[in-house]
């Protein structure tokens, strides 16, 4: 099992592009997070999803997009970089985080400048 | 709104016990534990639901206390291994994948 695989590990954009943050996972697992995670801080979530279809937001969603497809996938969508969102982003999934615990992918370091 | 840990950072010598402790102003319905190590991906160490259960884990347990919507964590004996950042993450009632965590405890541990 490969767990949850995000790409890539690090990306530096130049203010106004736009990219996507790729997560995928092998665990059939129905819910997934994003979250961001700036140096030195506790974890926010930004968008997260219970199932292909369905997303929501979470604290902290302006800025960016996502979309569910398929249960593995779950890209993160940066409209239009800002210096604000230079953090590390983690992508997370689980069965059930009423019950279970969360999976993390490793993270991608983004640099905006 | 993020759940409240204490303390920010904590530092033992081995073989010494801490206690970090996690306070949500809601209601819950679960309260997860994760530690991170620098550099890497937050771990999942432990799940609380509802009604009052305490858990163990090797030598690290934790308790949660419905009625006063609070969590703590227990490290016993700690090992230079428990060194990193603990994170508390909470479930408000029937939300599911609404996890909100706080800011994290840092725990260092020194031979």
């Known amino acids: 099992n490969a767990g949850v695989t995000q790409t890539p590990k690090f990306q530096v954009l130049k203010t106004g592009q736009s990219m996507t943050l790729q997560c995928a996972q092998d665990?059939?697992?129905?819910?997934m997070s994003w979250y961001r995670q700036d140096p030195g801080m506790g974890l926010r979530l930004i968008h997260y999803s219970v199932g292909a279809g369905i997303t929501d937001q979470g604290e902290v969603p302006n800025g960016y997009n996502v979309s569910r497809s398929t249960t593995e996938d779950f890209p993160l969508r940066l409209l239009s970089a800002a210096p604000s969102q230079t953090s590390v982003y983690f992508c997370a999934s689980s069965r059930d985080t009423l019950h279970y615990g969360y999976t993390f992918g490793s993270g991608t370091r983004l640099t905006v400048v | 709104q993020q759940p409240v840990q204490s303390p920010q950072a904590v530092i033992l010598r081995e073989g010494e016990d801490a206690v970090i402790n996690c306070s949500s102003s809601k209601a819950l319905y679960s309260v997860h534990w994760y530690r991170q190590k620098h550099g890497e991906a937050p771990v999942f160490l432990m799940i609380?639901?509802?009604?009052?259960e305490q858990k163990g884990h090797e030598k690290i347990s934790a308790s949660f206390n419905e009625k006063k919507q609070q969590s703590s964590l227990y490290l016993t004996a700690s090992q230079l291994s428990y060194s990193g950042t603990y994170f508390c993450g909470t479930e408000p009632n029937n939300a599911g994948n609404m996890l909100t965590f706080g800011g994290g405890t840092r725990l260092m541990v020194k031979p």
């Open positions: 609380l639901l509802k009604g009052g």
């Open positions: 665990m059939n697992h129905e819910y």
